[in-house]
């Protein structure tokens, strides 16, 4: 009978609690669950990535915690979720596609350094967050690859440069044949206005 009865629980508030630890998986089961609010506690892990079973749930608040991780995508599967907030955590990756979780504001996901795409300005990167690639692109430079592909750069701009410019400067008929040549483009496009 006691679990007949915790299936028929309506609301949880627990913010403000100073709770520590993980959110309990077992959390998920109370499918007929409406508003579930542990915000500005001192949670940690990850969200249950069985969230989603929480089918009747309209107000979700897991804001200043220290939760981590990915935002589950079962998440998507909550139709009448008309309030969340995720805000002030350490969730990563990108925020799972739908309807439902980008109609929010981007309020309610602010304050999460690593995590990207819509409804944030923060685009996200083959599934990485731009920031995060762009700390690889550094790390790559120092690569022995990099670092002789771009040596060779200096020295073909150097050589071409030296090549065709190197010839005009000290070459006298390459440098009158070059100035007429110029002298004569800009007369043709002169002569059009």
Not at 41 to 60: Q, T, V
């Amino acid at each position: 009978m006691l679990k007949n009865d915790k299936l028929l629980l309506k609301g949880i508030d627990l913010s403000s609690n100073q709770l520590s630890g993980e959110i309990p998986k077992e959390l998920v089961d109370l499918i007929e669950l409406v508003t579930l609010n542990l915000s500005r506690n001192n949670l940690s892990g990850e969200i249950p990535l069985k969230i989603g079973n929480l089918a009747s749930l309209e107000f979700l608040d897991l804001s200043r915690n220290n939760l981590s991780g990915l935002i589950p995508s079962s998440l998507t599967q909550i139709n009448r979720l008309s309030m969340l907030d995720l805000s002030h955590n350490k969730l990563s990756g990108e925020i799972p596609i739908s309807t439902q979780l980008q109609s929010f504001n981007a309020s309610s996901y602010e304050e999460n350094q690593d995590l990207c795409g819509p409804p944030l300005e923060k685009m996200c990167f083959k599934g990485k967050s731009r920031q995060t690639s762009s700390a690889k692109t550094k790390e790559d430079d120092h690569d022995p690859f990099y670092q002789a592909f771009y040596m060779s750069m200096g020295l073909g701009f150097f050589v071409g440069f030296w090549g065709i410019f190197g010839t005009i400067l000290f070459n006298r008929f390459w440098r009158h044949a070059y100035f007429k040549f110029l002298n004569k483009l800009t007369n043709k496009v002169m002569s059009r206005w």
